[in-house]
């Protein structure tokens, strides 16, 4: 089945500085989502990429799904503390058959702290 | 609240007990599917209901683990002679959209989970 890996593991960084994160996969997807997740919460969607080579912002997010349609990169500028969390990658999961019917296949994510 | 909720938050059950996991989607969404979360994982698929119509089972880990959505708004997750390896957050999340058209099935809708602990 499709694997979608995420790197890094981890981050440690300052209040202020900006953070790149990326998920590839071992597959073509024609879709990318991003999804964050605290402590004891559903993961909440963050941005949805549809198109190759699209870029997306929302605040101080911004993240692109890639030309060859087997990455996608979020990047977070100026870092604040409620930054902090887990994000996910997530992407279609296909049947055995290659049909979908919606369910999301997610990398393993990034966990973000943020130093004040 | 108008988001999808799950209850109950927490549950604890004995190896060999059965469970029963309510998840209420958002008014109207269409399409509602369960995902387990093991500790440090991100989600994976158990599930998919179309309305009262579970489309896609192919997730669900042996045939202890059952899903319904008799009147197609709220779904119950039943776990049956639970087992340690059943220990996990079960997640819950609506779409409104039923088709592919647009990607936008993919937009999920989590609620916040039930945690499950078999001790």
């Known amino acids: 089945g499709q694997q979608l890996n995420q790197s890094p593991q981890s981050m440690f960084i300052q209040e202020g500085e900006d953070v790149s994160m990326n998920c590839t996969s071992s597959?073509?997807?024609?879709?990318w989502l991003w999804y964050k997740q605290d402590p004891g919460e559903g993961p909440v969607l963050l941005i949805a990429l549809y198109k190759a080579g699209e870029l997306t912002s929302n605040g101080r997010l911004t993240a692109q799904f890639g030309i060859t349609r087997k990455d996608s990169f979020l990047n977070i500028s100026a870092s604040i503390p409620s930054d902090v969390g887990i994000y996910f990658c997530a992407g279609p999961g296909f049947n055995a058959g290659g049909t979908s019917y919606g369910k999301l296949t997610f990398g393993q994510g990034t966990i973000l702290t943020v130093h004040p | 609240g108008a988001g999808v909720s799950q209850s109950p938050r927490y549950k604890v059950a004995k190896r060999g007990q059965d469970v029963a996991l309510r998840c209420d989607p958002i008014?109207?969404?269409?399409?509602l599917f369960w995902y387990q979360q093991a500790l440090g994982q991100g989600p994976e698929f158990l599930t998919y209901f179309q309305n009262e119509a579970q489309l896609d089972k192919s997730g669900l880990p042996s045939d202890r683990f059952f899903a319904e959505r008799p009147e197609g708004s709220v779904s119950t997750l039943k776990i049956q002679r639970t087992q340690q390896e059943d220990s996990a957050v079960y997640l819950c999340?609506?779409?409104?959209?039923?088709?592919?058209?647009?990607?936008?099935?993919?937009?999920?809708?989590f609620g916040p989970g039930t945690r499950l602990t078999v001790t």
């Open positions: 597959s073509i997807f024609n879709t």
């Open positions: 008014s109207g969404h269409v399409s």
């Open positions: 999340a609506s779409s409104s959209k039923r088709r592919l058209a647009g990607g936008q099935i993919y937009e999920q809708y």
